[in-house]
């Protein structure tokens, strides 16, 4: 008899399912004060929960037996998701089923921002004054709205919009432009244009290190006077100390915003703010939403009990004891070369390509899935999976393949080979001794390195004077070099892996591509 515990209130429709499963024992704890349901955690196999219950070291380690756990929502920001894969829990999460109750908040703050329509309901209402030349709003027809993030709820609250006569213009690097040109969505290739072009400007991206601050005060400046804000996605896409200031300012004439840095936000600087419309974090907070999730994360909570399936799973462990034991480095050197590729472009992916040699070609299909895996999640975030990495593939229009090479000299290479708008970005790797990791070759350029640390790479003109500008650079920023690897290709090009003692800044890589001889610098860290 399998455990599964409840730990945060979802609708009766989900619990019911469990409760009538004949080979599953449902510990409903909801009703819990937090430091007594720790000691309901030693013994249960899967356990539900929600945004109220931070699964942290404290619930993890009052868990000897959990196996699964699945987040009854979309974000999994109270999770410790690395603490729960160091001990073999499986994460996963909720993801679609409350996309349209998103999508309709979203157009409720959108509606309200052109309108003021809190403050002329509240005037009235609670003031009793009828005075309705004080709340002159404006159209949304003919206005434009810039979608930064093209998803599920990106893209259909810009369907949405286009309904009410406004023109959409979206921005999202990695969707593909005709996802948003099918649509009658002009597809715009830099953020810029969406902050200078923009009469109101929606977020719908998921929280990740790029995405973290993504507005902020300089994005601001570039506005429009009077630009209309909405954020209905996660706390933080926005930086809050820059949006008080332009609201203060006038900069921005109104805000709407349903998630906030830290919740709960009874004592936010926003809510002193008269042209501002804030909830309570209530994107899925719509009778449907609540009973598909309560449904859908019963019925994984169910299957991962019985060790059917772990739908959504976004950290489903590598079961390297099942292999070869020379196939397991492989497997974790192609997830950082995935990784490192997913940083040097970050422009729309066309294709993803594995090439093999030696005896590890017979390991390409789950090869190719952790390259597909590291790319995707590099630059879509948390939410892509060994499961799902195919089909989010698909989805995005990102071809994948795998093919076997003739020997090149190495016993055993790996190639992975990703196609975007900008390039075609090629990195190959093997393995020296039992698990000694290396780069051989990015780009056509043969190079020796390990794929660890915070590293710059910079394609050149292979002129005299160029690692002497470089250096000269680095330390009059005080940047330390901690090894500095080059490759040339014969054709007057040559390319540099400049391992670091320290982070970079944004300026200081503007600096490196500002050097005469540079075609590209790009920073990534491993």
């Known amino acids: 008899m399998k455990k599964i515990i409840v730990c945060d209130a979802i609708l009766d429709k989900g619990a019911e399912l469990l409760r009538k499963a004949d080979d599953v024992e449902l510990i409903e704890a909801a009703h819990l004060p937090k430091d007594e349901l720790l000691t309901k955690l030693s013994d249960v196999d899967v356990a539900i929960t929600r945004s109220s219950t931070d699964v942290d070291l404290k619930f993890i380690n009052a868990c000897s037996n959990l196996k699964a756990l699945v987040r009854a929502g979309v974000g999994v920001d109270n999770v410790d998701i690395d603490e729960c894969s160091k001990k073999g829990i499986i994460v996963m999460n909720v993801p679609t089923a409350n996309t349209i109750a998103a999508v309709e908040l979203t157009m409720n703050h959108l509606l309200c921002s052109a309108r003021s329509f809190v403050n002329a309901h509240n005037f009235l209402k609670i003031q009793r004054r009828w005075e309705r030349e004080k709340w002159y709003g404006i159209e949304l027809m003919n206005k434009t709205l810039g979608v930064i993030g093209f998803g599920n709820i990106g893209s259909r609250v ?53 995405t973290t601050d993504m507005i902020s005060f300089e994005e601001i400046s570039k506005m429009k006077d009077g630009v209309r804000l909405i954020n209905c996605a996660r706390g933080g896409l926005y930086n809050e100390d820059a949006l008080c200031e332009g609201l203060k300012s006038g900069k921005i004439a109104w805000l709407g915003i349903d998630v906030f840095n830290k919740e709960p936000a009874t004592n936010h600087p926003f809510l002193d703010f008269e042209n501002v419309s804030v909830t309570s974090h209530l994107g899925a907070n719509t009778l449907e939403s609540q009973e598909n999730i309560a449904i859908q994360a019963c019925e994984q909570a169910l ?62 299909e789950s090869l190719l899935t952790f390259a597909t895996v590291s790319v995707l999640r590099g630059i879509l975030g948390e939410n892509i999976n060994y499961i799902n990495a195919h089909f989010v593939a698909k989805d995005k229009g990102v071809e994948l393949s795998s093919c076997i090479l003739p020997s090149s000299g190495y016993s055993n290479k790996i190639t992975i080979k990703v196609i975007t708008d900008n390039s075609n970005l090629s990195i190959s790797g093997t393995i020296f001794g039992e698990n000694e990791q290396r780069i051989v070759e990015l780009n056509g350029f043969d190079v020796d390195f390990k794929p660890k640390g915070k590293m710059i790479i910079l394609n050149n003109n292979d002129i005299p004077g160029v690692i002497a500008n470089v250096s000269g650079i680095l330390a009059k920023n005080n940047v330390n070099i901690a090894d500095f690897r080059l490759g040339r290709n014969g054709f007057g090009k040559a390319l540099a892996v400049i391992l670091l003692d320290a982070k970079i800044s944004k300026a200081l890589l503007g600096e490196l591509r500002a050097v005469d001889a540079c075609i590209f610098a790009e920073y990534a860290e491993i």
Do not use: W
């Not at 992916?349 to 017979?362: F, P």
């Open 158 to 210: 810009a369907v949405r919009a286009k309904a009410f006569g406004m023109k959409v213009i979206a921005y999202d690097p990695y969707v593909v432009a005709s996802k948003m040109t099918d649509l009658g969505i002009e597809c715009v290739n830099s953020l810029d244009t969406i902050l200078t072009q923009s009469d109101f400007i929606t977020m719908h991206t998921p929280k990740t290190k790029e």
């Open 303 to 364: 299957n991962a009990a019985r060790g059917i399936s772990y739908p959504n799973a976004l950290n489903l462990p590598i079961k390297t004891e099942d292999l070869p034991s020379f196939v397991a480095p492989y497997i974790e050197l192609i997830s950082k070369m995935g990784f490192l590729a997913a940083q040097l472009d970050k422009t729309p992916i066309k294709a993803i390509k594995l090439e093999s040699e030696g005896q590890i070609s017979e390991y390409n």
